[in-house]
């Protein structure tokens, strides 16, 4: 990292492993830290990037702005300018990449699921511990500056003694069964299906913005059973195959669990009900969360990211929801826009992400979602998975160092 003691500025050299959409969306996070948060003086300097295809390798350079590109991994841990490193690859990669980079000495931002069950994610951790790097992860809905001032408002006491919630993560994007076979359907280059791909964000979510989950219940189901078969870096999960080799699905399309909140959550002793689905008709990324206290309640929905709908008291005419439009003083919201109503994206929220990264990078407050976050996340879905076999409750070992909302 080179530093300017004159002006305050903090050139960040970035490695990148994988460049495809997510590693376009982490690259272009990073060019726009001098736009959206100028008063930081932090900027990224672009040196290298990794994909095993040379096309996508090519496009980091002549399209993103990368100085150089490979076809190995390990030259982007090597180099000596790269400081950080943005980890985008599939997720039957990520241990053995971010546990390298630790080893390396760099820092890393890592895509969730950081593994492919709650040992693996562990691995990473003690791997990250014994180099003592800074780490992010992509928890990116925790950004929205609706859910922001939602935690804010839960902590301060505005909707009482929290008794409730229930979350839903429901997609359609498997809901065709024609959909191909890719990776995230086989479970030793995936492991879990819906559970690790967005159950891991609601459980994320509910601890940053209520509190460590410490006991779970859950059920899972295999809606598809069967798929078409994509061969290997052809296509997305996202490709539609007629009349294909059919394939058996390894992992599940669908998940709940009743869970148990943790003395030390804010919401100390709480219940709810947490749902993922990636077969679900109708939703195209309804990610929602309410919470429920003995004076109000607060709702969110990712497809209306920049409302909350807030409900606050239990007697006189004017009980009920109102919608409130985020605004400036609701999470970042005011460096990306100047007033309520004009919305933000998916995209600004991994700005946020990176801009949280890299302050914690350079020494600053450590307000990024870090791999401790991900061992607690990832110990709730290996939890359901366990509860879904046995049929019991199972108490979820407890995680030091994360951003869990704790009184």
């Known amino acids: 990292m080179s530093t300017s003691e004159n002006t305050k500025k903090h050139v960040i050299g970035v490695g990148l492993i994988s460049v495809g959409w997510m590693g376009k969306v982490h690259t272009k996070a990073y060019q726009a830290l001098p736009v959206v948060y100028p008063e930081l003086g932090i900027s990224a300097r672009l040196i290298i990037a990794a994909d095993t295809s040379q096309e996508r390798a090519d496009y980091a350079v002549n399209v993103l702005g990368y100085e150089k590109s490979t076809l190995d991994y390990k030259d982007v841990l090597a180099h000596p300018d790269v400081d950080v490193?943005?980890?985008?690859?599939?997720?039957?990669?990520?241990?053995?990449?971010?546990?390298a980079a630790a080893k390396a000495g760099k820092a890393f931002w890592l895509e969730k699921p950081a593994g492919r069950n709650a040992q693996e994610t562990e691995s990473i951790e003690t791997a990250a511990n014994a180099a003592g790097i800074?780490?992010?992860?992509?928890?990116?809905?925790?950004?929205?500056?609706?859910?922001?001032?939602?935690?804010?408002?839960?902590?301060?006491?505005?909707?009482?003694?929290?008794?409730?919630?229930?979350?839903t993560f429901f997609a359609d994007y498997s809901a065709d069964p024609r959909g191909a076979l890719s990776w995230r359907f086989i479970r030793k280059l995936a492991g879990s299906g819906v559970l690790g791909d967005l159950m891991g964000h609601l459980a994320d979510l509910m601890h940053y913005v209520v509190g460590p989950i410490d006991e779970v219940c859950g059920v899972t189901k295999t809606i598809h059973t069967q798929r078409p078969e994509l061969p290997m870096?052809?296509?997305?999960?996202f490709a539609i195959i007629e009349g294909g080799d059919m394939k058996p699905v390894e992992n599940e399309d669908y998940g709940a669990m009743l869970v148990h909140f943790a003395d030390n959550a804010v919401a100390a002793g709480a219940l709810g009900t947490l749902e993922a689905s990636r077969v679900a008709v109708g939703p195209r990324a309804r990610y929602t969360f309410e919470i429920y206290g003995t004076d109000g309640s607060v709702?969110?929905?990712?497809?209306?990211?920049?409302?909350?709908?807030?409900?606050?008291?239990?007697?006189?005419?004017?009980?009920?929801?109102?919608?409130?439009?985020?605004?400036p003083g609701f999470g970042d919201f005011s460096h990306f826009q100047p007033g309520a109503g004009?919305?933000?994206?998916?995209?600004?929220?991994?700005?946020?992400?990176?801009?949280?990264?890299?302050?914690?990078?350079?020494?600053?407050?450590?307000?990024?979602?870090?791999?401790?976050?991900?061992?607690?996340?990832?110990?709730?879905?290996?939890?359901?998975?366990?509860?879904?076999?046995?049929?019991?409750?199972?108490?979820?070992?407890?995680?030091?160092?994360?951003?869990?909302?704790?009184?």
């Not at 990520?94 to 546990?99: K, Y």
């Not at 859910?147 to 008794?163: H, P």
């Open 299 to 327: 709702k969110w929905n990712f497809e209306r990211m920049n409302e909350l709908e807030l409900a606050v008291g239990i007697s006189g005419d004017k009980v009920g929801y109102q919608t409130i439009m985020a605004a």
């Open 342 to 407: 004009t919305g933000m994206s998916y995209d600004d929220l991994k700005i946020i992400e990176a801009k949280k990264f890299l302050i914690s990078y350079i020494g600053g407050v450590s307000e990024n979602s870090n791999i401790h976050d991900a061992v607690a996340a990832a110990r709730v879905v290996s939890a359901v998975e366990e509860s879904a076999s046995s049929k019991k409750w199972i108490p979820i070992k407890q995680s030091v160092g994360t951003t869990a909302a704790i009184r």
């Open 134 to 167: 800074i780490t992010s992860i992509g928890f990116n809905y925790r950004n929205a500056p609706a859910v922001e001032y939602a935690k804010k408002i839960i902590a301060e006491g505005a909707i009482g003694r929290i008794t409730n919630v229930r979350g």
């Open 85 to 99: 490193v943005s980890i985008c690859a599939p997720n039957f990669l990520h241990a053995e990449i971010a546990i």
């Open 233 to 237: 870096g052809t296509g997305t999960h």
